[in-house]
């Protein structure tokens, strides 16, 4: 395994590039299968969550040309299966973006249930459930496989979604595409990463309108085509590096974004004192005067991203006074607080508000990072601590983040990624 050493305590100075968007990008990459021809994909991450769907479409039939680090051509016109069970899928939760995209484009799908963080809240499909056989499928959930079929293709239907949810509305996206007649998608997610899914719809041949609103109307259409596509920046990596020179210190450059998706995060953290200054595609965000409390909630986009939640709670554990956290996504995602707890943190959790007492310091600690964003928020407790922090489980942060620990040295950070190698398994005898 991978470990993450860090000695913190030092400030942030210069540029970061900010990659391709994840949750775009695991969204896109299935959207795929859909078309016929090559589609041509720019500004990919270079994360392990990207790496194995890519890894899943060629083991599907995919024919996959690499242009270069962060360009891809995907031709998926000769696949011939609805089936995607492999233990892959497992690995990461965008797997389910296989089900829309599948059912689309054959009518029936098989896929493997999908995998990724447990960050403690459950992560149900119902409304994925809902919205398909809306559209005239049958779905049915046995022995960990997702089975979905309809007779010819998905029909348009008025889908209302109970709870706002980003995976169901880009899954029921994907479907309505190819579907006969129209489905409206009501209570539905505006992320930007919907927005940016539905781009690529598009600009393949698909007619889907409204996106980035809480109702969107897709016409189906017979097919897709070719093209190309680029991906946008990444909206919570930008925001991750941004709470990062928050609680260290300093003054970066985040580079390649675009600062009205990050609206929510530098409000935030101008109201702790941290100036943000926003430029054409990046951002300026210092700190030099101590850190002031406040008050979170996390909510659908335009509100403060739940991805953010983690990462924002370390830096105000360093804040002057009293701030509560609260997450109005899932029903649970404080695990990393006893990891933030070794470190010296003063956090009480009760139901789904932390509450935090700033503390003048954070202390260098073995810690473990349990899902993709709270092992970022550690990484950020790691560079702001007095003292050397280990931490582990750093395959997390990788299926999310390209290059981290390369981007924080350009920065001035004293973090390195070492191997460290498994214990060797220890033999026994049975002594009859």
């Not at 459950?122 to 079929?149: C, E, L, W, Y």
């Not at 370390?314 to 956290?325: D, K, N, P, Q, R």
Request: charge should be neutral; charged fraction near 20%; glycine fraction near 10%.
């Amino acid at each position: 395994m991978t470990n993450y050493i860090i000695n913190g305590g030092k400030p942030l100075y210069g540029e970061i590039e900010i990659s391709g968007a994840k949750n775009a990008a695991v969204a896109i990459i299935p959207a795929a299968l859909m078309v016929d021809g090559v589609c041509r994909i720019e500004n990919l991450p270079d994360i392990s969550d990207v790496n194995t769907l890519l890894s899943i479409l060629k083991e599907m039939g995919a024919k996959i040309h690499a242009v270069n680090k962060r360009t891809i051509d995907i031709d998926c016109t000769h696949i011939g299966t609805s089936n995607a069970t492999f233990d892959k899928m497992r690995r990461i939760r965008a797997s389910y973006y296989l089900i829309g995209a599948l059912l689309g484009r054959f009518g029936k799908a098989d896929v493997a249930m999908p995998g990724g963080c447990n960050f403690g809240g459950v992560r149900p499909i119902d409304q994925h459930v809902k919205g398909f056989s809306a559209m005239g499928a049958n779905v049915s959930v046995k022995n960990g496989i997702v089975s979905t079929k309809t007779t010819g293709r998905l029909r348009g239907a008025t889908i209302y979604l109970d709870v706002v949810s980003v995976g169901a509305t880009i899954n029921l996206m994907l479907g309505a595409a190819l579907a006969e007649g129209v489905t409206f998608i009501e209570n539905a997610a505006r992320e930007p990463h919907i927005v940016d899914v539905a781009n690529f719809l598009n600009s393949m041949g698909a007619d889907i309108r409204g996106a980035g609103t809480n109702a969107i109307k897709i016409r189906g259409v017979e097919s897709l085509k070719g093209g190309f596509y680029s991906i946008i920046p990444d909206q919570i990596e930008a925001g991750t590096f941004m709470t990062a020179v928050a609680g260290c210190g300093g003054r970066i450059v985040i580079k390649d974004v675009i600062p009205k998706h990050l609206d929510c995060i530098s409000q935030k953290l101008r109201e702790m004192g941290v100036t943000v200054v926003d430029l054409e595609d990046s951002v300026i965000v210092q700190r030099t005067d101590p850190l002031v409390r406040t008050h979170i909630k996390t909510m659908p986009y335009p509100g403060f991203p739940t991805d953010m939640q983690p990462q924002i709670s370390t830096i105000l554990c360093l804040a002057e006074g009293t701030s509560t956290v609260t997450e109005g996504v899932w029903d649970n995602r404080f695990k990393y607080v006893d990891e933030l707890t070794k470190m010296g943190s003063s956090i009480r959790v009760m139901e789904r508000t932390a509450v935090i007492e700033g503390v003048p310091y954070l202390t260098g600690a073995p810690i473990k990072a349990s899902d993709l964003r709270a092992g970022a928020a550690l990484v950020i407790a790691g560079l702001c601590a007095k003292g050397e922090t280990v931490v582990e489980g750093v395959d997390y942060i990788e299926r999310g983040y390209e290059k981290i620990v390369e981007k924080l040295i350009g920065v001035g950070a004293d973090i390195k990624a070492v191997y460290v190698p498994d214990e060797p398994k220890v033999k026994t005898r049975d002594i009859g």
